[in-house]
Each structure stands twice: as C-alpha cells, then as structure tokens.
C-alpha cells in the first residue's frame, strides 16, 4: 500500500523581511515516514520551520499539506487541516495551569486527550493545577510535545523538541514517536541530538547557510552527518 503524502516543499526561500535565510529547501514527508533536519547552530533550522507552519511568509516556493497548497492559509486554520507544530520557542501561557495550556489550542482536545501521553509522563498529571510558569524550559518543551502529541492531527511538526529536556524524559520522547509512526503520523524533526534521531529516522537532511547541503535515506550513519557539519 502506497503511503499518503503528508507535506510537500519545493523550492522554499524565506526569512525576515529582505533577510533571506532559507534558499531553496525541497523535502516530502509521507505518512508514517519521519524526515529530520540538523545542523549546527544559526543555519536557518528554525526559519525553514517557522516558514512550512506559516509563522513567516515565503519570498518563494509552495508548500502543499494533504495536497492542498498552504501559502495563504493561516498558521492556526492549517492546525484544523491537520498540522500540529510545536516551536522552538514553546507556546506555553506562564499564568494558565498546565491543564489549561494542555486543552486551549485544539477546539474539542480534553484531558482525556492526554491518557496514552500521561502514562509516559505521569509528572505531568500530577501537576496539572500547577502554573506553567513555574516549570523550567525543559519541562515546558515536554509540556509542548505533549500537546501536540495528543491533537487529533495527520502531520507533527517538531523544532528542537530534545533541548533543555532530560534524557530519560528525551528517551521517552523517541518511544511516543516510534508508536506514533506506527500509526501512520507524518513527522519533520529539526533537532541536533543524532542520538535522539537514529532512533526513529527515515531521512535526514542537513543544513548549512540555509541551504540542504546533503540528504541521506534509511539507517542514519552518525560519522556520515557529523564529518559534515561544519564549524
């Protein structure tokens, strides 16, 4: 059975304002497919992420989601298309309770959303009267990932979600992945952790002054992605 094709990009350039930073990334995502991309620090990761979830606006390229092209859709109507996106930036409200940051974005999203996520992350139940500004930038990525982990969506966009997370916590994160996949989610992971995404990979592309600089399919070879990144 042939796979169902998540997210397309073609050609996507962008930045902030007359800045561009993104050049011309391609890349598809397939149902029960996850593509990751690395790189160092201040290669255009995060801008190519914001760009696919219409957080910026694209100087050039398409991005097409279920086969409908995007561009002039809203970041938050693509969420009803079936997109999740969590930023590098968390989305956490510091003064609302987690229980409330947990069931505010998606319209029909209840704790019991959360019952597969909260047997991995038990903490978080625990704490759900709790402010979220309380929780350190660690947790409020594992706050974030596990929202969008439990949104009713075909498509999860996740931008650096491993840093500042503990690393039993960060294993924990493979396996809900590696479950999700099974059930046919499309993923695209920007993360620096290769260790995190030999895990689960399926393809790999790596950046370099916003540029896809080399792309490997299938087992991820540590050595072959680190002997090109540059410093």
């Known amino acids: 059975m042939m796979a ?3 997210l397309e990009v073609k050609n996507l350039s962008g930045g902030y304002d007359d800045l561009i ?8 995502v397939y149902s029960g497919q996850v593509v990751s991309v690395t790189g160092r620090n201040g290669v255009g990761k995060s801008t190519l992420m914001k760009l696919i979830s219409g957080s910026l606006k694209l100087s050039g390229g398409t991005v097409f989601v279920l086969n409908q092209d995007v561009r002039s859709i809203a970041k938050h109507k693509r969420l009803k298309m079936g997109v999740s996106y969590a930023p590098q930036e968390s989305i956490v409200f510091d003064e609302l309770s987690l229980e409330e940051n947990l069931t505010l974005h998606y319209e029909g999203t209840d704790l019991a959303s959360y019952d597969e996520v909260f047997k991995y992350f ?3 139940k625990e704490r759900l009267g709790q402010r979220a500004g309380t929780l350190s930038g660690g947790e409020k990525k594992l706050l974030s990932f596990s929202r969008v982990i439990a949104e009713p969506t075909k498509m999860v966009l ?4 491993t840093e500042g997370v503990q690393s039993d916590n960060i294993e924990l994160m493979a396996e809900i992945i590696i479950k999700e996949k099974a059930k046919g989610r499309g993923f695209l992971i920007v993360d ?3 260790t995190f995404l030999e895990r ?3 393809v790999i592309h790596l ?4 540029e896809a600089i080399f ?7 540590r050595e072959d992605i680190e002997e090109r990144i540059t410093i």
Do not use: A, T, W
């Open 158 to 161: 996740l931008d650096e979600p």
């Open 122 to 124: 038990p903490r978080l």
């Open 200 to 202: 689960f990979n399926d």
């Open 207 to 210: 950046m370099d002054h916003g």
């Open 192 to 194: 620096q952790n290769l």
């Open 215 to 221: 792309k490997m399919e299938g087992l991820m070879f």
């Open 4 to 6: 169902d094709l998540m």
């Open 21 to 28: 930073i993104v050049k011309n990334i391609s890349l598809n």
